[in-house]
């Protein structure tokens, strides 16, 4: 045989066991397995979730302001009430915008980006922003803390908001429009 040959056959076996392999690892897992492997993670998602709100009850605390709590986590506080349009899903909203971590450090603003525009109901910001910015209309200011799992998650944004990180939004909506 040829050194072709046992290259062919080689290669021949190597795909021969790549797809038994593929076909093993398409095991059903029975509802005790799973439940094994997501009581940890659920566990582990739970004592978070109690620290990010420790954290940020202790900051409002702090800061002496006086928010609500929506049930998905974003904490929100309207303090200038407008008189334009309400924001609504569908519509495109303008905001002027301050962004900080927890700790006060700056991250972005509008400021030094430009306002930011998008259509509410796309996912195209944080969701938590979207969230705090359907209880406005044109005119109003607010703050929205925004945890973790409505903001960047785990991994941040790669940039200036670190993974895990509670964001601070002092947001103004600016318009609201079709």
């Known amino acids: 045989m040829t050194n072709k040959c046992y290259i062919y056959y080689f290669l021949l076996i190597v795909l021969a066991l790549t797809v038994i392999r ?7 897992y029975s509802e005790e397995e799973l439940k094994e492997f997501k009581e940890p993670l ?3 998602n739970k004592y978070l979730v109690e620290e990010d709100v420790k954290r940020i ?3 409002i605390e702090r800061r002496k302001w006086n928010m609500d709590t929506l049930g998905t986590g974003l904490y929100y506080s309207l303090y200038k009430h407008g008189k334009g349009r309400k924001a609504e899903i569908e519509k495109t909203a ?3 915008y301050k962004v900080s971590l927890l700790d006060g450090t700056f991250c972005y603003d509008s400021d030094s980006l430009g306002v930011k525009t998008f259509r509410i109901g796309t996912r195209r910001v944080e969701q938590g922003l979207e969230e705090g ?6 005119g109003d200011k607010a703050h929205f803390i925004i945890p973790p799992h409505l903001a960047y998650g785990l991994t941040g944004d790669g940039n200036r908001i670190p993974p895990r990180a509670i964001i601070v939004y002092d947001v103004e909506l600016l318009k609201v429009k079709d």
């Open 94 to 96: 303008t905001i002027k």
């Open 133 to 138: 910015i359907l209880l406005m209309q044109e």
């Open 57 to 59: 009850e202790a900051y």
């Open 42 to 44: 659920i566990r582990v």
């Open 22 to 28: 593929c076909k093993e690892d398409k095991k059903k």
